[in-house]
């Protein structure tokens, strides 16, 4: 129960301490903030809450006094602008080589697409080929499949096994 009661005086605390830096108001740059509530600082930048949202501002913008309150050095400050410089140059690297990766995997299946296509083109080519030379084997064999019904001089008639049909043949 005590623990509570801690947690709700400290929570009250904290509650009354941003209620009063609600009302402040503060000009950067031209650009006033109602109602500016300060969060998260860092070396180079502190964000703030205000009437109409959230913004960052860098710490040498603004008033000696809350440059103290902040801790602002200029030289951190600088070293901290260098070090995000740096992160946000890596990360757009990273970004980069995983585009990079993301084109060459598109272009490897796309690659891998065309070339099925192309051999199921090439097998049914070959599938009709066959099925043509199949069609020319038989219409060859239909030819030998005949029964002499009356040997000539100079030829036989004969009788198409196929067709029934007579027809004259030279020999």
């Not at 703030?48 to 949202?53: A, D, E, Q």
């Not at 038989?138 to 019904?149: D, G, S, Y």
Request: a neutral charge; charged letters at 30%.
């Amino acid at each position: 129960m005590r623990l509570a009661g801690f947690l709700i005086l400290c929570c009250l605390a904290i509650q009354s301490a941003f209620a009063a830096e609600s009302n402040l108001t503060l000009t950067v740059d031209g650009v006033t903030y109602s109602n500016v509530t300060f969060g998260t600082a860092t070396p180079s930048s502190v964000s703030v809450r205000h009437s109409t949202g959230v913004a960052s501002i860098p710490l040498e913008k603004l008033s000696p006094e809350l440059q103290k309150r902040f801790g602002y050095d200029p030289q951190k400050a600088a070293a901290s602008r260098q070090e995000e410089a740096k992160q946000l140059e890596l990360a757009r690297q990273q970004q980069e080589l995983a585009r990079q990766e993301a084109e060459k995997r598109k272009e490897r299946v796309t690659a891998a697409v065309l070339q099925r296509q192309e051999e199921e083109q090439k097998r049914q080519e070959e599938q009709r080929q066959e099925e043509e030379r199949q069609q020319r084997e038989w219409e060859k064999a239909k030819l030998f499949f005949v029964k002499v019904v009356q040997a000539l001089p100079e030829g036989a008639l004969v009788r198409d096994g196929g067709w029934d049909t007579l027809f004259y043949m030279r020999v």
